[in-house]
């Protein structure tokens, strides 16, 4: 008989799932510990060791897996508090992360973009003066025009070095085509710094772009040396506390792999943390019976939103990380500061909300403990839909009068409004911003949001979905019971991901009808099986029990004259000879769906530049996909105030027990859970399905 857990450190708390030898999924949630995160984690399993009623050591050395989302290469990289590193690249190409294509939108939202002043270029990751160039050249055809100078390179290893230098990234030009040349000078770096930590471009991203594949190399670098740090502490904390097991950890990529390794790929845990809430939402969809679905974050911190289409997690093959582009496949995610903790302010006479957050030290006002600025959590108990004595089950006490004292003093005299109208006010603001940016996360892609269900969970999210969930006119919003610890439940329930990636170049000229006369489906097999063969043996290395391997195929294909790609699903595999033909004609339907019907420019030709294949392994673990019902009698429904549309109203409201199958009641309404509040709004009905998933649909 067996545990399972799975934690998830926010900004504001940290999430912990654990689901019992009995089957049943538990909830837990304890303040983050900034300066030792690992605190966070044994306090929710330590409130989870006290309802057994046994010590915490005991039921750490039951877990049979433990797995877990990090922060810590997101902060790293956001605060810039990474590794001092060196970067060796090829003679003539030093200057590839300074030019950065001139560009110095790069990385900006909308709004900041148009504002001249801040157009500046970002600034990379590692110093100018700790470049390097190698003599040594390869050509585009793979072959070796200048032979790798050994001395030469010894000699530049020896001067970053003696800059104290922790680790150093290779990015040679068409290393991806023949890497011998990096993974030469990996060995020599390691002959002459064993201790420094190595980042070579072919290993990590073989694909065509020098520049992406060169901030790539350098992130990886930046933040190697810290996740390496962090995850030996992780390791080290938990097995002194009695985890028999390596813990796992949630990757960008929306898989698991063995913490140990992490920081071999550190770039690929950057959104470690919001992506198991999206596995999370997937769930839930199957669950509701739609496979198209909308996660929705809401934190203390941020707001992170994701797309399910066709029950697959939307992949990026990018992300902009303080401005560096990381091109590593990774779930779809679009992020603002806009979360509980988010700070209210006044500025020229116009409130605004967020992105600056209070975090969990000192937290909201109401916390009394000395945060003196207004947020959206202060907000929401003046507005009486948070309740000051029930904070995570009673366990944290808010005070209602502090909230009010910052409202009143930073946002309600100076705008000229009464205490309630300054914090409906912060409510609206913050919840336009998170439905704008789910318009945004749609409708940009070419996505309608009232085709898709909305899943709402975090902290705050059950408390702001009927709001923003309502502006985007989506049919139905979907609050699961663990809403609070949506991502940490996603991290339990997922399985172990590796990713492998091939450049190609295989072209149809212009003016091709016929597109398998030119790519051959033998060519895509061999492909795609030498790429399936390296990952299954990466997913035997993991050494974990495996029930069953999936594989999803993906190439990348373009028009003849563009220069970025799409990347489309392989629905079908071994290819026959149609099979390309539809393939590409997949493309340019997906394509046409993006930017319009008659975007396509069939007669351009065609490009396919990469392939990427993405293995799925199955763990042996528990069904923890539901949760057990409320025993007993659900407790006698009662009313309070709360304030809606500029008035105070009567709302109807429910603890956690009343939470059973087929239970449904009408708005306005609250519902009380142990660890997050449920808001209907007025004119909403709600209805409880057999997975205790809380459905909020329009009142007819």
Same mark, same amino acid.
Not at 207 to 218: P, Y
Not at 400 to 417: C, N, Q, S, T, Y
């Given at each position: ?139 585009? !055809? /793979? ?5 790798? &100078?050994?001395?030469? @390179?010894?000699?530049?290893? +020896? $001067?970053? %070095? ?65 996740? !390496? /740090? ?5 390791? &080290?904390?938990?097995? @002194?506390?009695?985890?028999? +097991? $390596?813990? %796992? ?77 990381? @091109? ?373």
């Amino acid at each position: 008989m067996s545990y399972y857990a799975s934690s998830d450190i926010g900004g504001t708390f940290t999430d912990t799932a654990v689901l019992d030898p009995r089957g049943r999924l538990r909830r837990y949630k304890a303040s983050t510990v900034p300066d030792n995160p690992v605190k966070g984690i044994l306090a929710t399993l330590a409130l989870a060791a006290a309802d057994d009623g046994v010590e915490l050591r005991e039921l750490l050395s039951q877990i049979a897996i433990f797995s877990h989302g990090t922060t810590i290469a997101t902060n790293a990289a956001l605060t810039r508090k990474g590794a001092r590193i060196g970067l060796l690249q090829t003679a003539g190409f030093g200057d590839t992360v300074f030019i950065n294509r001139g560009y110095k939108a790069t990385g900006l939202d909308e709004a900041t973009s148009k504002n001249f002043r801040l157009l500046t270029k970002p600034v990379p990751f590692v110093d100018r003066k700790l470049v390097r160039e190698i003599n040594e050249r390869v050509d585009y !055809k /793979g072959r070796v025009l200048v032979p790798l &100078d050994e001395a030469q @390179a010894r000699a530049v290893v +020896r $001067e970053l %070095l003696a800059e104290k230098v922790d680790a150093i990234a290779v990015s040679l030009l068409w290393a991806f085509k023949v890497p011998d040349h990096e993974r030469r000078l990996r060995d020599i770096i390691q002959e002459e710094a064993p201790g420094v930590f190595v980042t070579i471009s072919s290993d990590l991203l073989p694909r065509l772009g020098e520049l992406a594949r060169t901030q790539t190399a350098v992130m990886n670098a930046f933040l190697g040396p810290k996740v !390496k /740090g962090a995850m030996r502490s992780l390791v &080290d904390s938990l097995h @002194a506390e009695g985890l028999p +097991r $390596e813990p %796992l950890l949630m990757r960008s990529n929306g898989g698991l792999s063995a913490a140990g390794s992490a920081a071999d790929e550190a770039v690929g845990i950057l959104l470690s943390g919001p992506v198991g809430g999206v596995v999370g939402a997937r769930l839930v969809g199957e669950q509701i019976g739609s496979s198209n679905v909308i996660s929705t974050d809401m934190g203390g911190t941020s707001f992170d939103v994701g797309l399910i289409i066709d029950g697959r997690p939307m992949i990026q093959r990018e992300t902009f990380i303080e401005r560096q582009v990381v @091109a590593v496949p990774s779930v779809a995610i679009d992020t603002i500061g806009a979360g509980g903790g988010s700070i209210a302010t006044v500025q020229n006479g116009r409130l605004r909300v967020g992105p600056e957050s209070a975090g969990a030290v000192p937290g909201p006002a109401c916390y009394g403990a000395g945060g003196t600025e207004p947020t959206v959590t202060d907000a929401d108990v003046v507005l009486g839909l948070v309740n000051p004595d029930n904070f995570l089950g009673g366990r944290i006490k808010l005070d209602a009068d502090l909230a009010r004292k910052a409202i009143e003093e930073k946002v309600a005299k100076p705008l000229g409004l009464s205490i309630e109208d300054a914090a409906e006010g912060i409510k609206r603001i913050v919840d336009s911003q998170m439905s704008d940016l789910v318009r945004q996360a749609t409708v940009y892609r070419g996505y309608d949001p009232r085709d898709f269900i909305l899943v709402a969970y975090g902290g705050a999210g059950p408390v702001h979905a009927s709001s923003y969930g309502a502006d985007l006119g989506v049919d139905k919003i979907v609050v699961p019971r663990t809403a609070s610890i949506l991502s940490a439940h996603g991290i339990l329930l997922s399985d172990l991901v590796v990713t492998r990636e091939q450049a190609s170049s295989l072209i149809c000229p212009a003016g091709t009808d016929a597109f398998s006369d030119h790519i051959k489906a033998e060519e895509l097999n061999r492909v795609f099986g030498d790429l399936q063969e390296s990952a299954r043996q990466a997913l035997n290395a993991q050494g974990v029990d495996i029930t069953a391997v999936e594989y999803e195929r993906y190439v990348d294909v373009r028009f003849r004259p563009q220069i970025f790609d799409m990347s489309v699903d392989v629905s079908k595999f071994p290819f026959a000879k149609p099979d390309v033909d539809a393939l590409i004609e997949h493309f340019i339907k997906s394509y046409e769906a993006r930017f319009g019907t008659g975007s396509a420019f069939r007669a351009a030709g065609i490009e396919i530049s990469a392939f990427r294949i993405v293995a799925r392994a199955r763990l042996h673990r528990a069904d923890g996909s539901g949760t057990a019902a409320a025993s007993g009698a659900p407790a006698k429904t009662t009313t309070r105030r709360i304030y809606s549309g500029g008035a105070w109203r009567e709302a109807a409201i429910h603890d956690e027990s009343a939470i059973r199958p087929g239970f449904a009641f009408d708005g306005p309404a609250i519902v009380e859970f142990d660890d997050t509040t449920l808001v209907v709004g007025a004119g909403q009905c709600a209805e409880v399905d057999k997975f205790l998933n809380v459905t909020l649909t329009a009142r007819a």
